[in-house]
């Protein structure tokens, strides 16, 4: 199909007797969506073993509301790059380890570790901080481009990822964000994805984003864009109120700005520069 239906997925998946089924956030949305407001979900999806999604953090309330609707289908996500020859970890469930928001397992042959982005010192699990990789499968160099080059891998062969990642006990890879969208207020560093799983688990939230917008006493301060349901009637002080119930003093959410919707890549990205063109115009 030219673009993405989730009524025609499902009857494909049928049709077809798709057993596994990779996609993108905005993908496994749709899906979830369809799958909520069919009238048969038990006839529909037989087939279906298993969904894989990567590109993308995926929200923890989408998953939970894949399994709400789909219980029998095994989700998994993963990670890559182009850097990394598009591997780089991949999901892994058993019956007795089920870590669904995790991106995974380490791919063969692939080391990582978790540096410290500020004094490049390995941090230990459950601390988090910038994904390292090496291996057989990391890009030798970027063609013509020398300075990007060592930039991006040390002198011992380590890709920066720029991603903001923590292992956990057991090797499961969790992401967090990307360094260059962290915000910094007052000395702290803020990642958005924290704050936008936040909103996003208030039931009248459907999407949200959070950038961060120049300031000159904090330096920055975190903005929220946010997209709600039908005649919902949340304002700028409840929705800051709500974060600021679950979060530091420092993390709080400054500004609030109700849209229509999110700018994303067809992957499901947030197109954060599109977001603070939106904002720098505003205040124009």
Not at 83 to 103: D, L, M, P
Request: glycine content about 8%.
């Amino acid at each position: 199909m030219r673009r993405f239906d989730g009524n025609e997925a499902v009857k494909l998946i049928d049709y077809y007797g798709v057993t596994h089924f990779p996609l993108v956030p905005p993908i496994l949305t749709t899906l979830v969506m369809t799958a909520k407001g069919a009238s048969n979900t038990e006839n529909s999806f037989k087939s279906l073993k298993q969904v894989s999604c990567g590109a993308a953090p995926t929200s923890r309330k989408i998953i939970e509301d894949f399994f709400q609707v789909l219980p029998h289908v095994d989700f998994i996500q993963g990670y890559g790059m182009t850097e990394t020859t598009a591997v780089g970890t991949r999901g892994f469930n058993t019956q007795q380890c089920h870590k669904y928001c995790s991106i995974g397992l380490l791919a063969p042959n692939m080391q990582a570790k978790v540096m410290d982005w500020n004094s490049c010192s390995p941090l230990p699990p459950e601390y988090y901080g910038e994904l390292w990789l090496k291996g057989p499968a990391i890009m030798q160099r970027y063609l013509n481009n020398d300075v990007a080059t060592k930039m991006a891998i040390d002198k011992d062969g380590w890709l920066r990822t720029g991603d903001i990642v923590c292992f956990d006990e057991d090797g499961y890879l969790y992401v967090s964000d990307r360094i260059k969208e962290i915000i910094k207020y007052n000395g702290y560093q803020i990642a958005p994805a924290d704050l936008e799983a936040i909103l996003i688990s208030h039931p009248h939230i459907l999407d949200a984003a959070v950038i961060g917008e120049t300031d000159e006493v904090y330096g920055e301060i975190p903005v929220a864009f946010v997209v709600t349901g039908h005649g919902s009637t949340l304002n700028q002080e409840y929705v800051m109120g709500f974060v600021a119930m679950q979060v530091a003093p420092y993390k709080k959410i400054r500004k609030v700005v109700f849209t229509k919707s999110i700018p994303k890549s067809a992957t499901g990205k947030i197109l954060r520069r599109e977001l603070k063109r939106l904002l720098s115009s505003s205040r124009l």
